[in-house]
Structures are given as structure tokens and as C-alpha cells.
């Protein structure tokens, strides 16, 4: 027992000192690091976290090689280049609270990127807030994020969720005014759930008239959905309502469109978009479908919008970007503006007119050292930046969560291919809640658009 | 109230489908006291290849009714190889241990197939639904559904008949059900219970498979489709009893039939309805509904 | 007879543990205070494995535990640490005393998958609860702890030690638990039930009193986590799949001995974290198989390395 117990210690031991060396060796390292969290697994990674992820290589690598177009054309961040380290962000919440801590702290990277999960999202911002590192929230849709608390080192560089079910509700409304009964099928956890209540609280402020039939709640990845399709069917609803999304959603299009459950039903899809090339055969002409934003072929044609497409395209076998791959490019090119920015300010304070004395040693000191976390920090709140979605404002949330309009439009096929058509465009103050008003007071006291 | 026959219909066509899932569970668990988790994984990996090469039939312009036989192919090609290599090459090393252990083996092989399934076949979902659209539908008045879910009810029926004739009648069947009454009176009359696992394992292997390939043209195969039917399996062979095939059945229609009623009546309450059910079926008969009487031993 | 050595080695430990906790970088106290935080709760699972029982629904009481830490943050403003314990532990172990008349009447897979459904039953209680942020929960922050206010840079060291010393304690409390005359019915319920009864032992009451008691450890466990992470939601609290890995956790480490599930949590996470940074593609992969090399080589759990000199005399 006593060797044994030796054997033990002396293993602990070094366990420990490991720990403890690497604290010792924290060296200066040139290229900037960036972690990229995302979903390499698990029924998120087909839809979302790989094409995330490629989008965010595609983006490192071009910007490394000073390929993107103005005002991005600059190499990595102000000339120094980037590295990325990316992560799984399966495991739960709690494995990614862990996990940030180590990408942080053992990982060294100077910024991190990432969450599509929202559960993720409100579980990392206070522990970014507490180690002080800039983290951009590049996907998740909860509104809570900023709505129940204030942070300084996190931004999120995308509107949340609240936009794309008022959204869906007015585009609904402009082309079917004439609605009377809707129902919904969303999966079972936070992201359906709210979908649903926010869809549902903007119809009964923008059509009090018109009730719900049935709302069904599918657990997520049930992949077989025959019961809720032939309540659906016996609802005889004017519109279904749903933010299916990725295999859950082809299994539903897939089971739903035979028993001609869309004959008399108008789909609305809140977050149809990035497997819709997959669906041809599948998806009823007319079906409304968002992108959650701008993205993809809402997104406004632009030298970067074309930028995006091409290296996309070429990383990921001649597939179009989808949304999370805007995500990200919304992501790191905000990032790099505000660090652009800041560094330019740094400069500028360090060359004052008319003073000669350590205008050297302060040049030299701002060309090598690069922008402090909080010198960014200051350049991103209520930045103006451009993107392939277009521009993106950091409006809200004290400067730290993005503001843009969004799109919805129908679905229609065209020589076998699922095209959308009859695009409608809705300003940022028309679906999402102005600074200082949670968005659920915002539907139900009307939705008037803020400053 | 007129939803009633939807409710029956559609319970009824859930019944089926967990049972040609679960029945396999309940086989291997009966035989060899095994719960296998990794069932799961055999049924996503079933599923996978099917789709696969369904797909691969399909693309390349072959009829398509064949897509079927395709579909039946796939489930016996991973059956008949996952089966013998995972209980020669793993399980065998460990019978003698406690059950318990013997389900971290599973849960340890479910972890691998994940990555395995994920290496094999990526992490985009396959989508082949030729198969499933081909039957058409069937109207019945103002109630739709396809033929290829009622064709499920048929083979589920059709797979539990027969599984109960080898069981009963045939020689091997009831070497079967020697082993499942009593282990060791079995290997004293002479049977070789080594054998009888490889070939229960593979059946099970086969049957969950066979689930998985059926399943495939009428949904989208995505990563994390192993782990979301092991529980419901667990739950019906839990109900019905476990290692009796009457009682998968059973366990499965109740289920079926309880999971239907809350869609149509209170769609909320669709998420507990299967642990409520097995909550409250295991109070009424702890051992499950044909659970068989087992002499206490001192 | 040679003195056993646990106790010594435990307050050694736990002293240890706090003195060095000072000199080690956040990202290892946080990789520790999990470690001991799985270990408290694995603690209970191996009391209920020594009396012969697998619960798949742990995860409830983890769950309770961490829901009940994080109400009392979010409703009543109240940011203690050890209260949250306590809050914890009684909230568990209530509602352990009320299933356990239930549950003490099952055994085996039976008993396993009830557990489970009741575990579950909690999750989808949970994800329909959009006050408490459905499957997104909620975040918690502690301020204090026995009422004594910690510094904003002392949070995570405090959070540390006091997984350190509730875990020390548990496992002493333990220790002694086992060394009683209750606690020795446990093994012998295990070994055969039927023979306790014969001997005049209550073994329903034996099997609740043990139920209850790794319901509150669970609970302290989970109230330690919530505490940690700053954040619960159901899917990684009373998913069955939680509960599967303290299983898993329980029978690698094996029953011999209560600093057991303490090395047995440390080298799953540590497996996994290893497993998630490097092999980011196929980290479930690596665990499985290491977990199965775990189970072929050493049969009685991780403890069992420790048990082996003794055999040859």
C-alpha cells in the first residue's frame, strides 16, 4: 500500500508542476490567436458549426494574405497575422465554461470567437467578463444575452432571435393579410420555444383576430414527427409556423410534404435557409423562408459579398456560404475593424503634433505592441462596420450588440434548384427593441420602432 | 374528438416502429442479461448505410423498387459484421463480470461508434426519401398517411410473428430460450451457450440495423440519431419486460398509443409521456408487464 | 492489524490541496474544484453501488442541487456558498426521502430505469419552465461564503477550497458512515438480502437511508457545480446522459474506497479535456476506448491498483 501510495503521490506531484510550469513559461507569441468555438459534432455541425468553421479558415486565411477587399485589405490585424484555434463547443454548457477557461488560459488566445448555442452564450459571457478577454458572440439568437445584463469584454456581432420572428410575422402579414388560424412546430428547448412565443406575441399585437390551433413541441432530433403532422393537418391552419432547422427540419419536410400537409398551409420557415439546397423536391413553392438576416441570398451585392462566395466556395466544394458562415465573417471583420481602429488611434496619440520627446519610443511602442484589450474594446462599442451582410451597427446593448435589418422572402424552384423571390427588407428599428426595453415589452407594448 | 382515429393511427404507427427498434434490445438482453447501450449506434450505423446505399442505388438510375431490397441489404451487412466482431472481439472477454459493468461496455462501444459513424459517413444528414415517397399515400377521408408507414406496421408485426415462431418452434429457438430461463442448467444439458450469444448478437445486431435501415428514407440521418432511440428502447423493453417479445410489443402500443394522445390533446406534455408511462407501469408491476416469475434464490 | 490509513491520508490531502490551490493558475483550480465537485457526487453512487444498486437518475438530485444553489442566487439574492450546499443537500434528500419509499423496493435494472424516469420526468419539468430559461437555465454568482463576504480576486480560490474541504468531509463523513454498523449492512445487503432480513435488519430501511444520503451528496455536488460554472440548465444537470457518466465515473473508480471516486473523476475529466483539445474530431472516441482499456485491465476500478499488495500476504 505504501509504495503504491508513493507511486500516487509522486504523479500528483507532477500533475501539479506541470500546472504550475505553464503559468511560468507565458511567452510573446507574434501572430494574434483567435479561438473559434463552434459545433464539430452532433446534429448542429452539418448546418451550423462546420460551415462556420470553414468560413472562418476561408476569412483567416484571405485576410492573412491581405486578399479581402477595402477597407479589410490590410493583412490579419493591422499587418500582424492571425492563427486559429478551433474548438468543439459540444458537451453541455458546463464542459464549455471549462473549455473557454482553457482556450483562455492554457491556450493563450488573445480573443475569442464563437457560440452558436445560446445555452453556450449565457454561459460563457460571465466568465468572459470575469478573465477579461474579448469575446465576440458570433451566432447564438437569445435575446438575453444583453437584455438581462451588462458586459464590457463580450459583443455579439448579430441581431438576436426577436428580429426573425417579428420579421416573419410582418412579412406574413404583408402577403397573407388576410390569416386566421396559425399553428407551430418547434423543437422543445429555448431556441423553438422563444421562436414560437415571440411569433405568436407579434401576431397578436399586429392581428389580434387570428388564433392559435396547435403548438407543437417536438423534442429536439426526434427525426419522426407523423403524430405532430396529422395534428397538424387536423388543425386546418391558415399558417404553420416553425424554426425547424438542419436534419429536423428535412425529416419534417421530408414526412409533411406527401401527406399535403402545405396544400392548405402556408409554412413559414424562421430558419430555413441553410439547408434549403437541399431540399429541392422537398419545399412547397411559397414557403416563407429567413436567413436570419441578410445573409446568403438576402445579402445585398457587394465587393465583400462576392469575396465571401469565392472563398467559400472554395473550401467547402463549390457550396454557397449559408448564415453561420456570415455569421463569422460579420464576426472576425468587426473584430478586425475595431482593432484597425484602435490602433490607429494608438498611433495618432503617439505621433502629437509639435512634440518631440519620445515620439520615437511611443511609435515603436504602438507599431509592436498593438492595441490593448480595452483600447478595442473602446473602438467596437457603437462601431459602423461593414460586411457581406451588409453594415452591421453595434447599436444596442450598450454598444455591444449589433443592429441591422433583416429579409424574409418565398421559396420557388427553378430549373430544380430552390430559388427565393419576392424579397421584402425590414429596417433595424421595425424588429428588434430599441436600447434599454427587453424584447418581449417591446412586442407586447407594440413594437414601435426606437431611436 | 374527431381526432380519435388519427390518435390510433398515428399511435399505432409509432407503436411499430419502436418495436422493430426495441425488440432486438429485449432479444439480447433476455439471452445474454446484457443492456446493450450501443444498440443505438447500431441502428444510426444501419440507418447510415442504408441511406448510403439506397442513395448510391438511386443516383445511379437503377429501379426503383430494387432501393427496398437495398435497404434490407444494408441492415444484414452491418448486422452480420458488427454483431460477430463486437461480441467476439469485445463482449466475449467480459461475461463473467457484473451487469453493470457489461453496460459500461456498451455505453464505452456507444462512444465509439459516435466517432466512428461520424468519421465514416461525415456530419451532413443523408437525405433519401425516394423510398418512402415511391408507395404514395393512402386517403382515408380527410386522413392521410403514406403507404411506406403502414407497410411498417406490416413488417413489425411480421418481424415479431416470426421472431416468436424461431423462438418456439424451431431447435435453435428453444436452445434460446434454455439459455434465457437459466444460463448455467444450459451449458450442464450440453448446449453451447457461446455460440448461442454470437448468434443472439448478431441478431439483435441485425434487427437494430434493420430498424435503422427502415427508418432512413423517412427522415434525415444526422449525427445523434443513435443516442435519441436508446432511451425510448430502453423504456419499452423496460415496460414490456425484459427478454419477453409480447411484452415489447405491449410496451411499445402503450407508448405508441400515450405518445399520440398527448400530441394531439396536449402537445406539451409530449416530452415526459414516455418516462410517465414507464414511471407508472413500473409501479403497477415492478418487473415490467410479462415479467417472468423468478424463483428467489437463497 | 494495520491501522487504516484513510483518514490520515485525507486530512493530508485536503491540506495539501488548499496550500497549493494559492500558487496554481485558474485554469487548473477550475479543472480541480469539477474533479472534486463529479467526486462528492460519485461518492453517493458508490455507497449505493456498495449496497448493491445502480441509479441512472442521479443526475436528479445533481440537478436539484444545482437549481437550488442557483434559485437562491437568482430569486433571493442570497450568493453563499455554503448555504447553496446546504440548500442543496436538503432539497435532494427531500425529495430522496419521498422517492426513496418508492424506489427502495426495486433492485436491478428495475430500479436503474425508474431512477431514471424520474430523472428525466425533472429535465422535461425543467425545459417546459421558460422562468427558469427552459434549456438555457440561468447564471448564478457567489458573493459570500459561511456569510463572509470574498474578494472579487479570491472568487475562484474560494470556490476551490470549498470544494476542497466539503469534499474532504463528505469523504470522512463517509469513511466513518462506512465503519458503523449501518454502513456495514450495506456490502452485506449487496452480497445477499435475503440472509439481512433473516438476521433481523430492515433492508428497505437500510436502502432508503443509504438512497437519501448520496441524494444529498448528489445535491451538494451539484450546488458546488453551479457555484463553479456560474450557470445550470437541465440538459447537463438531469439529462440521463449526466447520469450515465456518473456511473461510468462510479465503476471506474471502483467501491474499495472513498478517496476512490475522487481519483476516478480526476482522470475521466482529465481524459476528456485531453480527449476534446487534441482530438477535437473524435474526442468520444478516445474516451470510449480509454475507458475500455480502464475496464479490461483493471477490473476492479482505478482503486483497484491501490488493493493489489495486499493480496499477496
Known amino acids: 500500500m505504501g509504495h503504491r501510495l508513493f507511486v500516487l503521490a509522486c504523479g500528483l506531484a507532477l500533475a501539479l508542476l506541470t500546472m504550475l510550469s505553464d503559468v511560468v513559461q507565458a511567452e510573446e507569441h507574434k501572430p494574434i490567436r483567435i479561438g473559434f468555438v463552434t459545433f464539430l459534432s452532433g446534429p448542429a455541425a452539418g448546418p451550423f458549426g462546420v460551415p462556420a468553421k470553414l468560413a472562418a479558415e476561408a476569412i483567416v486565411q484571405s485576410l492573412n494574405a491581405g486578399k479581402a477587399p477595402p477597407p479589410y485589405a490590410n493583412k490579419g490585424f493591422g499587418g500582424t497575422p492571425l492563427e486559429l484555434v478551433v474548438i468543439d463547443e459540444a458537451g453541455g454548457a458546463t464542459k464549455q465554461v471549462t473549455e473557454y477557461r482553457n482556450l483562455v488560459e492554457r491556450s493563450d488566445v488573445d480573443f475569442v470567437v464563437g457560440y452558436i448555442s445560446s445555452g453556450d452564450c449565457l454561459a460563457v459571457a460571465p466568465v468572459a467578463e470575469e478573465m477579461k478577454k474579448l469575446t465576440v458572440l458570433f451566432d447564438c439568437g437569445t435575446p438575453r444575452v444583453f437584455e438581462e445584463a451588462s458586459y464590457k469584454y463580450v459583443f455579439r456581432t448579430r441581431p438576436h432571435a426577436t428580429m426573425d420572428a417579428v420579421a416573419a410575422a410582418l412579412y406574413l402579414l404583408e402577403v397573407r393579410p388576410d390569416v386566421k388560424t396559425y399553428a407551430g412546430i418547434n423543437q422543445n428547448y429555448a431556441w423553438g420555444q422563444d421562436s414560437w412565443n415571440d411569433f405568436s406575441a407579434a401576431m397578436s399585437v399586429l392581428k389580434p383576430d387570428a388564433k392559435v390551433t396547435t403548438s407543437q413541441m417536438p423534442k429536439f432530433g426526434a427525426g419522426q414527427y407523423g403524430a405532430e403532422i396529422s395534428a397538424l393537418i387536423g388543425s386546418r391552419s391558415d399558417v404553420i409556423h416553425s424554426s425547424l432547422w438542419g436534419g429536423d427540419l428535412e425529416a419534417f419536410m421530408l414526412q409533411s410534404v406527401p401527406r399535403a400537409l402545405f396544400k392548405d398551409s402556408q409554412l413559414v420557415l424562421v430558419a430555413g435557409e441553410p439547408y434549403l439546397h437541399r431540399l429541392a423536391g422537398n419545399m412547397p413553392d411559397g414557403t416563407i423562408v429567413g436567413a436570419r438576416g441578410t445573409h446568403g441570398v438576402f445579402a445585398p451585392d457587394s465587393p465583400l459579398n462576392s469575396w465571401l462566395k469565392e472563398i467559400y466556395k472554395a473550401k467547402a466544394d463549390g457550396l454557397n456560404p449559408n448564415y453561420p458562415a456570415y455569421s463569422a465573417a460579420a464576426a472576425f471583420l468587426g473584430l478586425k475593424a475595431a482593432y484597425e481602429k484602435a490602433r490607429l488611434a494608438k498611433l495618432s496619440a503617439s505621433t502629437p503634433m509639435g512634440s518631440n520627446k519620445g515620439v520615437k519610443e511611443e511609435m515603436e511602442k504602438a507599431y509592436q505592441v498593438g492595441p490593448s484589450q480595452e483600447e478595442i474594446i473602446a473602438a467596437f462599442e457603437r462601431l459602423s462596420f461593414d460586411t457581406p451582410s451588409g453594415q452591421m451597427n453595434m447599436n444596442l446593448g450598450k454598444g455591444h450588440q449589433a443592429a441591422a435589418g433583416t429579409a424574409y422572402g418565398v421559396t420557388k424552384l427553378v430549373n430544380g434548384q430552390v430559388t427565393v423571390v419576392n424579397i421584402r427588407r425590414y429596417p433595424a428599428d421595425r424588429v428588434q427593441p430599441p436600447e434599454g426595453m427587453s424584447s418581449a415589452d417591446w412586442i407586447k407594448s407594440g413594437m414601435k420602432p426606437g431611436k | ?298 | 492489524m494495520k491501522r487504516d490509513p484513510t483518514v490520515p491520508i485525507l486530512m493530508g490531502v485536503v491540506i495539501f490541496l488548499v496550500a497549493v490551490g494559492a500558487f496554481l493558475p485558474q485554469w487548473a483550480l477550475s479543472f480541480l474544484t469539477v474533479v472534486l465537485n463529479l467526486g462528492i457526487v460519485v461518492l453517493g453512487m458508490a455507497l449505493m453501488m456498495r449496497t448493491g444498486l445502480v441509479s441512472f437518475g442521479q443526475g436528479l438530485y445533481y440537478c436539484l442541487g444545482a437549481y437550488a444553489a442557483g434559485g437562491l442566487d437568482h430569486f433571493y439574492a442570497l450568493s453563499d456558498l455554503l448555504l447553496m450546499a446546504v440548500a442543496g443537500a436538503l432539497l435532494a434528500g427531500l425529495v430522496a426521502s419521498l422517492l426513496g419509499l418508492l424506489l427502495a423496493k426495486y433492485r436491478d435494472i428495475f430500479f436503474a430505469m425508474l431512477s431514471l424516469a424520474f430523472s428525466m420526468i425533472l429535465y422535461g419539468l425543467l425545459v417546459k419552465t421558460s422562468a427558469l430559461g427552459s434549456t438555457d437555465g440561468f447564471g448564478l454568482s457567489i458573493k459570500t461564503f459561511a456569510s463572509v463576504t470574498i474578494g472579487t480576486h479570491s472568487v475562484r480560490y474560494v470556490i476551490y477550497a470549498s470544494a476542497v474541504v466539503l469534499a474532504g468531509a463528505s469523504a470522512a463523513a463517509m469513511h466513518a458512515y462506512y465503519r458503523s454498523h449501518l454502513g456495514r449492512l450495506a456490502e452485506a445487503i449487496r452480497d445477499n438480502e435475503l440472509r439481512v432480513e433473516y438476521m433481523g435488519a430492515s433492508v428497505r430501511r437500510v436502502i432508503h437511508l443509504n438512497y437519501v444520503i448520496s441524494a444529498a451528496l448528489a445535491g451538494i455536488g451539484g450546488a458546488l457545480m453551479a457555484g463553479a460554472i456560474g450557470h445550470v440548465d437541465p440538459e447537463t444537470t438531469a439529462n440521463w446522459t449526466t447520469s450515465g457518466e456518473f456511473v461510468f465515473i462510479a465503476i471506474l473508480s471502483g467501491t474499495g474506497n472513498v478517496l476512490a471516486p475522487f481519483l476516478g473523476a480526476g482522470v475521466f475529466e482529465a481524459v476528456r479535456t485531453f480527449a476534446l483539445e487534441r482530438f477535437p474530431n473524435t474526442w468520444q472516441m478516445t474516451l470510449g476506448i480509454t475507458m475500455l482499456l480502464v475496464i479490461m485491465f483493471l477490473p476492479g476500478g482505478l482503486w483497484s491498483m491501490f488493493r493489489l499488495r495486499r493480496r499477496g500476504a
Do not use: C
Not at chain 2, 432479444?27 to 442479461?33: A, E, P, Q, R, T
Not at chain 2, 377521408?141 to 403507404?147: A, F, M, N, T
Not at chain 2, 415479431?160 to 451449458?187: F, N, P, Q, W, Y
Not at chain 2, 417479445?245 to 394531439?264: D, K, P, Q, Y
Open chain 2, 1 to 298: 374528438m374527431s381526432q380519435l382515429p388519427a390518435v390510433v393511427i398515428d399511435g399505432i404507427l409509432y407503436a411499430s416502429w419502436m418495436f422493430i427498434i426495441a425488440v432486438g434490445l429485449t432479444l439480447i438482453y433476455g439471452v445474454m442479461k446484457i443492456l446493450n447501450v450501443a444498440h443505438g449506434s447500431l441502428y444510426a450505423l444501419g440507418a447510415y448505410t442504408a441511406a448510403t446505399f439506397a442513395g448510391y442505388w438511386l443516383g445511379h438510375g437503377y429501379p426503383a423498387f430494387g432501393s427496398y431490397g437495398v435497404l434490407l441489404i444494408a441492415a444484414l451487412v452491418v448486422g452480420l459484421i458488427a454483431g460477430p466482431v463486437i461480441e467476439r472481439g469485445l463482449l466475449r472477454f467480459m461475461y463473467g463480470r457484473e451487469e453493470i459493468v457489461l453496460v459500461l461496455v456498451t455505453y464505452a462501444l456507444f462512444l465509439i461508434l459516435e466517432d466512428f459513424t461520424k468519421l465514416l459517413f461525415g456530419v451532413d444528414p443523408i437525405l433519401v426519401g425516394a423510398p418512402y415517397a415511391l408507395l404514395g399515400n393512402l386517403e382515408m377521408g380527410s386522413l392521410i398517411y403514406p403507404v411506406y408507414s403502414l407497410v411498417l406496421v406490416v413488417v413489425s408485426i411480421l418481424v415479431g410473428v416470426a421472431l416468436a415462431l424461431v423462438l418456439s418452434g424451431t431447435r435453435h429457438g428453444k436452445m434460446l430460450r434454455a439459455v434465457i430461463h437459466d444460463r448455467e442448467m444450459s451449458m450442464a444439458v450440453g448446449i453451447n451457450v457461446s455460440r448461442v450469444y454470437l448468434v443472439t448478437f448478431t441478431a439483435g445486431a441485425m434487427l437494430a440495423a434493420l430498424g435503422g435501415a427502415i427508418t432512413a428514407p423517412t427522415t434525415s440521418v444526422q449525427p445523434g440519431i443513435g443516442a435519441e432511440v436508446i432511451v425510448l428502447a430502453f423504456a419499452i423493453v423496460v415496460v414490456g419486460g425484459l427478454g419477453s417479445l409480447g411484452g415489447a410489443a405491449l410496451g411499445a402500443l402503450i407508448v405508441g398509443l400515450v405518445r399520440s394522445a398527448a400530441v394531439h390533446y396536449q402537445p406539451e406534455v409530449e416530452l415526459f409521456s414516455v418516462y410517465v408511462v414507464m414511471a407508472l407501469v413500473l409501479i403497477v408491476r415492478p418487473k415490467g408487464l410479462f415479467a417472468a416469475p423468478e424463483a428467489r434464490k437463497i
